[in-house]
Structures are given as structure tokens and as C-alpha cells.
């Protein structure tokens, strides 16, 4: 049985890192530099942190409403653009390009997370807020039915690979890229849509088989992230929710604020970030990303 001492190291506990986001998401460690780097969503500009010298300063402003991020194998940063309703690219120099924004002839509702995948290709989820919340973005209208997950590659362009979920919003694969969890933020009570982690196997540039993997009730199950060992990590209401691959809660960790997302980085790789409302903070962790 897994216990708290397997997954945190002794005395290993929450700290604030940096505050004064608005509502605080998509963290992204990023090695080259030693920065982790995050959205202030309503800010409407990206934030980063320097671990060397503790340092928080604007990494750009302007940026048309970030949300989650995750890096490419060559070393550019791929991200979800409410503002633009599309997934683009940010280059070590800075330059900013888009990589998709349509589905056929439907423009994108606003991408909210993306996740790379064991072929190279990028998973991200496509639920509404960047359309329908007023601070998130820009009011548009919703171009097709249930908000997807997308996969996109430069082969084979864009394509539908889930589309059973209702607010679909973070996603990881896990460590042998068989499965793909994806959280749902729909805010339905019961058993309907929402509060609830899913699990899909992924046959190459295809996914089936979708069931429950774990529900959360107290908040919405919204970032994501899987250790080397396979957990299931997940930022919800007051607190991050780890789970076995079979859907036990393991363990519980608490943070003054809500949180929103998570992502393991650092200078070893077992940092865990955590972006809470105003707020990124750390624990440190005894695992690390499941990285392909
Ligand atoms: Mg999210």
C-alpha cells in the first residue's frame, strides 16, 4: 500500500512561491532556463518564477488569455490561447505562432490544456470558458456540439479523440502512453457530467474504451499530471487529490486557496508546482513526471 512517506519526502511541506495572479493557471516547468512559468488568466499575462534567485517577474503581458502549456520535445513551448481560441507556440527567442485554430470549418472554443503524446503529438481539451466567461477571454459562440478533445499532429493535422465529455479541461497520458486521463469541470451534482476524472485507452491517434476513474466532490477535478509510477495526480477545490491507476485515493494535500493546476518540475524533476487562485506554490515530492 502506498503511503504518504512514499510519495512526499519528511517534512515536506506546502510554500508559497509567488502571489497577486487573478486567477492563477497552466504551470510549466522549464528546464533550460530554471523558470517555472504560468498564466494569470484574467491578468491576461504569463508570469514566471526564477529558482536560483526566487525572483517572480511578468514574462510577457498582452498575451490574449494563456491557459495551460507543456513543452515540446525541441525545446518551444506549445499553449492554449482563449483569446485566440487556438494552441500556438512560443519559441525560446520569443516568437509566437499558431499551430491550430480550426476543426474543419469551426473555429476552436478555447483550448484549455494540452499534453504531448507518445508519438509526438499533442492532446489538448477544448471546452468553452475562454468563450463564455467574461474575465477569461472574449464572448463568442460555440462553432460545434460537445466540447472535445482534439489530438493534432503535423502528419495528420486535427482530429477528434474524445468527444463524450462535457467541460473536458486537464489531460495526461500515462507512463507507457496507454491510457490518457482527462478531467471534466462540468459542474453538474450526481452522477452526471462533471466532478470526475475519465480514463481512456489510446490506440496511436485513437481513443476508446472511456470510463470513471475517480470523482471529486468537494470542487472540479481541473489540471493534471502523472507520476513515473503511474499516480494520478489532480488539482480540485481546496487541495490536490493523488490516485492509484486503479482509482484509490492515496493521498491528500491541502492548499489555502483553490487550485487549478499542477505540474511536476524543479531542479531534480520532483518539485510539485501547484497555481491556486493568486498564488503558485511547492511541495516537495519523493516522484516525478511521467515524461516520454
Ligand atoms: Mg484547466
Redesign the pocket.
Known sequence: MTTETDLLPHGSAVERLATGATWA?GPLWIPDEGVLRWSDIPGNRIMRWDAATSDVSVHRSDVEFT??RMLDRDGSVVQCSHGRRRLEREMPDGAVTEIVSHWGEHQLNSP??VALAPDGSYWFTDPDYGITQPREGHPGIREYGACHVFRWSDADGLTSVIDDMDRP??IAFSPDGGTVYVTDTATAAGDGPGHWIRAYDVHGSEASGGRLLATIDEGVP??IAVDVEGRVWSSAGDGIHVFSPEGAELLFIPVSEVV??LCFGGPDGTDLFITATTSLYRIRTSTREARF
Open positions: 493557471e491557459n495551460g484549455n490544456d479541461n486537464g481541473d489540471g487549478a493546476n
